[in-house]
């Protein structure tokens, strides 16, 4: 039987609770994985590897957080994302809100799109492939 998006929320939110040692109310999806919940890169592989064990998913590097983009000058100029970037970027991550970094593509608030729902959204897309 096919996870509800609530059931998916409240695995992700023990699966954050664990890794990042944060209260359950801390993650709501709206909170950010390093500016609300303190992760910092080292998490990010727990993270993933906690994912992919909670709901038996394999995924892939640079899926979930892409760490490809930001070395390409075609993609990034003078510390923001050009169109290309930004174009590239929201193919990648297709499963993050960009209303507003799309406003400042700044590199810096990249973390920004790292979100408990864009969790939830890419595995929710995820399990529905």
Same mark, same amino acid.
């Given at each position: ?6 059931? %998916?929320?409240?695995?992700?939110? *023990?699966?954050?609770? #664990?890794? =990042?040692?944060?209260? &359950?109310?801390? +993650? ?28 038996? %998913?394999?995924?892939?590097?640079? *899926?979930?957080?892409? #760490?490809? =983009?930001?070395?390409? &000058?075609?993609? +990034? ?53």
């Amino acid at each position: 039987m096919a996870m509800s998006r609530e059931e %998916i929320f409240s695995s992700v939110q *023990e699966t954050l609770v #664990d890794a =990042l040692a944060v209260e &359950p109310e801390e +993650v709501t999806e709206d909170a950010t994985l390093t500016g609300d919940l303190g992760a910092e890169s080292i998490d990010f592989l727990d993270i993933v590897f906690r994912l992919e064990k909670c709901f038996n %998913i394999k995924i892939p590097r640079g *899926e979930l957080f892409p #760490d490809d =983009l930001l070395n390409n &000058p075609d993609y +990034v100029s003078n510390g923001k994302f050009t169109p290309a970037g930004l174009m590239q970027i929201k193919k990648a991550m297709p499963h993050a809100d960009f209303t507003n970094f799309e406003n400042d593509p700044d590199v810096n608030r990249m973390s920004d799109l790292f979100t408990v729902k864009t969790l939830v959204n890419y595995i929710e897309a995820k399990l529905a492939a």
